[in-house]
């Protein structure tokens, strides 16, 4: 009986010597991970979180236990959570058993700041299969996303004036299209190029052309409405886009005419361009007089692509510079020609 004692004992010590080694292995890969291993109940509140989150966020642990997990999260991301809540239920409801979800939100700091976290997340559940919390992993992703937003920059924005580039110029306007033809609505494209443009380049150097640019794209952006999509197409050629105009043909004529001199009139307002000369000195305030040659082209979405309306747009914008400048030219669709609508 002693010796059976013994051996009872003996066990019941390796046991516990294997039990601490577990927990000893298993408090390193939580502790040391970067990543932030976190567990929450059915209601969503956190039952524990590791020691990487205070590294990532700033908050010790005592201050998120018991905490639902929106607390984390800023008003878009707790949208995509409950999204994805949402989303399971309703596949789990048809009989699909999901697994885990993965999905990119922002994550709030203890000082304030914003960072982003990828985040996998999977159900904890019962032996009847009911769900009774949730288990995952967040990792940071700020960078990643920053160099993501980065790249769709530089494909979709002019890097000078921080606007739509060509293409997605050409993107919009397909849509656009799309969107005249289902609403049975019109819209209009404007082609816009400077006219005295490089005399400033010439005058003062690239730099003050790149300044009258800017100032070129804010000014147009203050004319147009927040649906309206404003590109760079090239140096000093522009576009405006008016997707959403009425559906009467002559009534969005009028529309676009008067938005169309209402860019013409701003930009032939005097442009104050600061200048540094070479060796440092002092900047000097140069002003330049700047109009624009712009056409005006309509469109209903049917029989159009996108290349053939901005060609119509171009060409009558050279007819504008041919009738003298700083004026509007539209181009009428059933002769294929343009004549001046707008002028001085």
């Not at 002693?2 to 577990?22: A, S, Y």
């Not at 993501?148 to 920059?153: L, S």
């Not at 442009?271 to 330049?288: D, K, L, R, W």
Request: aromatic share 6%.
């Amino acid at each position: 009986m002693k010796e059976q004692n013994q051996t009872l004992q003996r066990l019941l010590e390796e046991h516990i010597r294997t039990l601490e080694k577990k927990e000893t292995l298993y408090r390193q890969l939580t502790e040391d991970a970067e990543d932030v291993l976190w567990q929450t109940n059915s209601q969503l509140r956190i039952t524990y979180i590791s020691p990487a989150d205070e590294r990532l966020r700033g908050f010790k642990a005592e201050e998120v236990l018991g905490k639902h997990i929106f607390e984390i999260f800023t008003d878009e991301g707790i949208a995509i959570v409950q999204e994805k809540i949402q989303a399971r239920a309703l596949a789990e409801a048809s009989g699909t058993t999901t697994l885990s979800s993965i999905f990119e939100v922002q994550h709030r700091c203890k000082d304030g700041r914003l960072i982003w976290g990828e985040v996998v997340a999977k159900p904890d559940r019962d032996a009847q299969g009911t769900i009774i919390g949730y288990h995952g992993i967040t990792r940071e992703t700020t960078q990643r996303k920053l160099l993501q937003d980065q790249v769709h920059d530089l494909a979709f924005y002019d890097p000078l004036t921080q606007l739509a580039n060509r293409r997605l110029l050409i993107d919009h306007l397909t849509q656009a299209l799309l969107s005249c033809q289902r609403q049975r609505s019109q819209g209009a494209l404007l082609f816009l190029d400077l006219d005295n443009f490089k005399s400033l380049n010439d005058a003062h150097g690239h730099g003050a052309g790149d300044l009258l640019l800017i100032e070129v794209a804010q000014r147009l952006k203050t004319c147009v409405r927040a649906i309206d999509t404003v590109a760079r197409f090239g140096g000093d050629e522009f576009v405006v886009l008016l997707g959403v105009l009425s559906n009467e043909a002559s009534e969005a004529a009028t529309q676009a005419g008067a938005i169309a001199e209402k860019i013409r009139a701003s930009l032939a307002q005097p442009y104050q361009i600061s200048i540094t000369p070479a060796h440092q000195q002092p900047p000097t305030t140069v002003e330049h007089r700047c109009s624009a040659s712009i056409g005006l082209v309509l469109f209903d979405g049917n029989d159009t692509v996108p290349n053939q309306i901005i060609d119509q747009a171009d060409a009558a914008m050279y007819q504008a510079k041919k009738d003298g400048r700083n004026r509007v030219c539209v181009h009428s669709t059933g002769a294929g020609t343009t004549e001046t609508k707008h002028g001085r």
